[in-house]
């Protein structure tokens, strides 16, 4: 039986699988391919955000009474990183293939650090918190995720 949060796990897989896409199109100077690789990746990444912050983070807060600890700190990096989104959204629409490596590269690091954050400490204690839920969640989260 896989857990409530499997879905977002493997979600993270596919946002970095579309990361590297973008990266490797700006690398090689492919600018057109770069914007659809891009488009892609910040579409998967605001559905996995919206997805914890609608579903997730308020099934979780309502269930344990934390509403200032972990899920305050993943809305936080969420910020940060939309932040980063539109460094390299600009970054590309200019074509300044050293400007986006520079917002990609950090990027890069955040999102390395948010998600083992989730996946090694807010994801079990979801999966904890939120067993007698997860019925009910687990089907909104792969809808949502779009996971099979």
């Known amino acids: 039986m896989s857990s409530l949060t499997e879905p977002l796990r493997h979600h993270h897989q ?7 896409a973008a990266e490797n199109a ?6 057109s391919r770069a914007r659809r690789e891009l488009s892609a990746f910040l579409a998967a990444m605001e559905t ?5 912050e609608e579903t997730l983070f ?6 344990t009474g934390m509403n200032m600890g972990p899920t305050r700190m993943m809305r936080h990096e969420h910020a940060q ?3 980063l989104f539109r460094q390299m959204d600009a970054a590309l629409e200019s074509r300044d293939a050293t400007a986006y490596a520079s917002a990609a590269d950090t990027l890069l690091v955040m999102m390395q650090q948010h998600n083992m954050k989730e996946e090694n400490i807010l994801y079990p204690m979801c999966d904890r918190g939120l067993d007698a839920q997860a019925a009910a969640l687990g089907p909104v989260l792969r809808e949502r995720l779009e996971v099979e």
């Open 48 to 52: 996995h955000f919206d997805t914890e």
């Open 58 to 63: 308020p099934a979780f807060e309502a269930a």
């Open 81 to 83: 990183m939309r932040d």
């Open 26 to 31: 700006v690398r090689e100077g492919d600018w």
């Open 14 to 20: 596919h946002c970095d699988d579309l990361f590297v």
